[in-house]
């Protein structure tokens, strides 16, 4: 009996940017840590000095544009700024490829990319990523759910520059109290801080969607870990939790993110699958 095609081996998989994630994942993949796994190819801003990162590979991955990583490949990956998140969407919708965009905010401006999947054939999976119990979250949004909150502290050198605090005039410079920066839905919120609250999408996604869960953010000196809080109050049951993500090289992103994808990316080819 063959293999459910979810199980097919190799799959070949594309990396959209190599920087902070980009690389840690196609390092895992080339080292053969993700069993089933090879690395097709990649893309980058500077080609150069992505072959420079990828000259010690053992199976140097082709470096291509944006919208060329669907080609020949089973699974593409996002993790690039969102200026280039619709090539990189298209390319593996387009060819039917598995899809796993970290810019998990952008799925909410581009709803067609679901009527485009359903008649390409392609999976979008969204990682689980810096947040804790998304697997909770979904289990009780099968049922009645009355509210879902997630309130945010960074440090404030990790929303520097959003566009929110941009666009408001916000200063969160040598700050001396918690400051909250931001209150709305999570729509609003992915907006506000396309690279910082991609926790927000993920977290409406997997419950009751962008416009009834709410979202708090807050700029708080005294913490140097980006932290999340979701408090869920649904029918078949109440709960809260906090993860405390210590940050990457790139202050908005939590060192969590790559291994969540890595994880993700191990659950494609296992013959052993836990966790919704």
């Known amino acids: ?100 965009p970290l810019s998990v905010g952008a799925l909410l401006d581009y709803p067609d990319l679901l009527d485009r999947a359903a008649e390409t054939g392609s999976v979008i999976y969204v990682p689980t990523g810096a947040l804790l119990g998304l697997d909770a979250v979904k289990a009780v949004s099968e049922g009645e759910v009355t509210s879902i909150t997630l309130l945010t502290r960074k440090p404030p050198g990790g929303l520097r520059g959003a566009p929110h605090l941009v666009d408001n005039n916000i200063n969160v410079d040598d700050l001396q109290a918690p400051l909250q920066v931001f209150g709305g839905t999570a729509r609003e919120a992915a907006r506000a801080f396309p690279a910082n609250v991609n926790v927000a999408a993920a977290l409406a996604l997997a419950g009751i969607g962008p416009d009834r869960t709410t979202v708090e953010v807050w700029a708080d000196p005294a913490v140097s870990r980006n932290i999340h809080t979701i408090e869920v109050v649904a029918d078949a049951s109440n709960f809260s939790m906090t993860i405390q993500n210590v940050p990457s090289e790139t202050p908005a992103t939590g060192k969590i993110t790559a291994l969540s994808v890595i994880a993700a990316l191990r659950r494609l080819t296992s013959t052993l699958v836990v966790g919704t």
């Open 1 to 100: 009996m063959s293999k459910p095609e979810h199980r097919k081996s190799p799959l070949t998989v594309s990396i959209g940017s190599l920087g902070a994630i980009g690389r840690q994942v196609a390092t895992a993949i080339d080292a053969g840590d993700i069993p089933g796994l090879v690395l097709g190819s990649v893309s980058a801003r500077d080609h150069d000095k992505a072959r420079r990162n990828l000259a010690g590979f053992r199976r140097v991955p082709d470096v291509v544009a944006p919208a060329d990583l669907g080609q020949g490949a089973d699974v593409v990956i996002e993790c690039a700024p969102k200026a280039v998140f619709a090539d990189i969407a298209a390319a593996a919708i387009d060819n039917g490829c598995m899809f796993m």
